[in-house]
């Protein structure tokens, strides 16, 4: 079975731009997480989507948001770049939502760096 | 809101000894997760609790959960290299979103 893929792997922008990020969970999973993983930060929780919906959401601003495809495929977007917004983001898939006694799969991640 | 800390932030241990990670939550969990996230990689499951006192065995790793289902721990016996990585608790808040812990880096000199 294939893992989690995130496309692209490495991202360069600019200040102001924005970029879409892509995520396509294990066959059969529903529920796909998004997190953001910096040095000082650790693993912070962007959001989920479950069969379309988004379940829940971090604490981000209104410039990060997603999406969830029919086929469970999730993108994210981040409009106005700011150089903070460098970072690895992670998706995650599970068969149920995050929460409910099942285990996580993660994608290896995109790199972005804003400069 | 609910936070999950866990201690130490950082252990260099010499190859062959013992390690310990704490995970502390502010509010009871139903359940808790544990990954390990190798350099460069990104974080795998290794093991879910969900009962009060649970303790689990992975050959040399030894995962607990607290009577009060609220801290967990994960021991590693006579460390290997192959073991360096941070090593992440997560737990679900509210019945909602799966809260990571700030995790374990650890490193292991052989």
């Known amino acids: 079975k294939a893992g989690v893929t995130q496309t692209p792997r490495y991202l360069i922008k600019t200040r102001g731009q924005q970029v879409t990020l892509s995520c396509s969970p294990i066959?059969?999973?529903?529920?796909v997480s998004w997190y953001q993983q910096t040095p000082g930060q650790g693993l912070q929780f962007l959001f989920e989507?479950?069969?379309?919906?988004?379940?829940n959401k971090g604490n981000f601003p209104g410039r990060f948001s997603g999406r969830q495809f029919s086929n469970s495929r999730s993108e994210m977007n981040v409009s106005t770049l700011e150089l903070g917004d460098s970072a690895l983001y992670l998706c995650?898939?599970?068969?149920?939502?995050?929460?409910?006694?099942?285990?996580?799969?993660f994608g290896p991640g995109t790199r972005l760096t804003v400069l | 809101g609910q936070q999950v800390m866990q201690i130490p932030q950082y252990q260099h241990v010499q190859e062959g000894e013992d390690f310990t990670t704490y995970c502390n939550s502010s509010?009871?969990?139903?359940?808790i997760q544990w990954y390990k996230q190798r350099p460069g990689g990104h974080p795998v499951f290794l093991i879910q609790?969900?009962?009060?006192?649970e303790v689990k065995k992975q050959k040399r790793l030894t995962f607990q959960f607290g009577e009060a289902k609220k801290n967990s721990s994960l021991h590693i016996t006579a460390t290997q290299t192959t073991d360096v990585g941070t090593y992440f608790c997560?737990?679900?808040?509210?019945?909602?979103?799966?809260?990571f812990g700030t995790g374990t880096r650890l490193q292991v000199f052989p």
């Open positions: 609790l969900v009962k009060s006192g």
């Open positions: 989507y479950f069969s379309e919906t988004q379940r």
């Open positions: 997560a737990g679900p808040r509210n019945t909602d979103k799966l809260i």
């Open positions: 995650a898939s599970s068969y149920l939502p995050g929460d409910r006694y099942n285990e996580q799969f």
């Open positions: 066959s059969g999973h529903r529920s």
């Open positions: 509010t009871t969990l139903s359940n």
